[in-house]
Each structure stands twice: as structure tokens, then as C-alpha cells.
């Protein structure tokens, strides 16, 4: 057994979410098609902005992560879409799979004995995989309950 297997899994259980607030499933389940696009009067971003927003930059630092070579967006505007809306309805369910696909890679690499949690990436300014585990986990626990406040004011939130 690893020294750090007990770290490894409250890793896992802070990026699967859930414990203080609606896990990620919970957020993006069942919303009305025709709300998905609609920014509630006062806020700045629409589910699907979110959404797009919480993909792109769980990608991006999965990606980064792995390689030297991947190359991040553009800051701010290569981290959310350009419209408030999908082009397609179905593109709100390829984006939910390709979180969760993304999430599933990264909690690979978290309990992958073989990667180290504490060794700086050789790559960019000291971030290491434990640090981008924190950050993967806490933009997204921030990002959920945007999605949770938006779908309430948009009067699609079970009760």
C-alpha cells in the first residue's frame, strides 16, 4: 500500500464533489432545454456558459498536467463560449460526457500510485498534480453552485 493512499482518496473525494453542496450530476440533471441558454436577470452567465466554462478549464488543466507541449487558451475569452447558448441542444449533453470523461481521466492520474502528488511538473512555475487536484476540485465546487443559483432563479431547480 502507498504512503499517500489516504491522501489519494480525499483527492478523489473532493473532485467527485458532493459532501457540502450538490454534487456535479446533480447541477447539470434534468434542466429544462429551453433554459439552458437563458442568463437570469442580474447574473452574468447562463448554465450553458457555465457549463462550457467548467469543461474548458478542467481540459485545460488535465492537459496541462500531462504534457509539456499542450498549450493553454487565451485568457479570459479561450475559457467560455462566445454565447450565452448551445448551437444545438444536443451539444449540452456532449458537454456534460466530456466533463465527466475529463474528470474520470484526471482521478486516473490521482490514483495512479505511479504518479507523484508532491514532484513540481518539469514544466511551468511549481504546480504539481496534488496542486492542480485542489484546483480542478475547487473551481468546480465553485462553478456548481453558480449552476445550482442560476437554475433557481430560472425557477429549474427541484425543491
Not at 473532485?15 to 439552458?36: M, Y
Request: aromatic share 10%.
Amino acid at each position: 500500500m502507498a504512503a499517500d493512499t489516504a491522501v489519494r482518496e480525499h483527492l478523489i473525494w473532493l473532485l467527485e464533489g458532493g459532501h457540502a453542496h450538490p454534487k456535479f450530476d446533480d447541477a447539470v440533471k434534468g434542466i429544462p432545454p429551453d433554459r439552458i441558454g437563458m442568463r437570469p436577470e442580474g447574473a452574468p452567465h447562463s448554465a450553458w456558459e457555465l457549463l462550457e466554462h467548467m469543461r474548458i478549464a478542467q481540459n485545460d488543466i488535465l492537459r496541462f498536467s500531462v504534457s509539456a507541449d499542450y498549450v493553454s487558451p487565451k485568457w479570459p475569452e479561450g475559457y467560455w463560449p462566445a454565447v450565452p447558448a448551445p448551437a444545438q441542444p444536443a451539444d449540452w449533453t456532449k458537454s456534460v460526457r466530456a466533463f465527466r470523461k475529463d474528470l474520470a481521466a484526471f482521478a486516473g492520474l490521482v490514483r495512479d500510485p505511479a504518479q507523484n502528488l508532491h514532484k513540481k511538473f518539469p514544466w511551468g512555475d511549481g504546480q504539481t498534480l496534488m496542486r492542480e487536484a485542489l484546483l480542478i476540485a475547487d473551481h468546480n465546487s465553485y462553478h456548481v453552485g453558480q449552476l445550482v443559483l442560476v437554475r433557481r432563479l430560472l425557477g429549474a431547480w427541484p425543491e
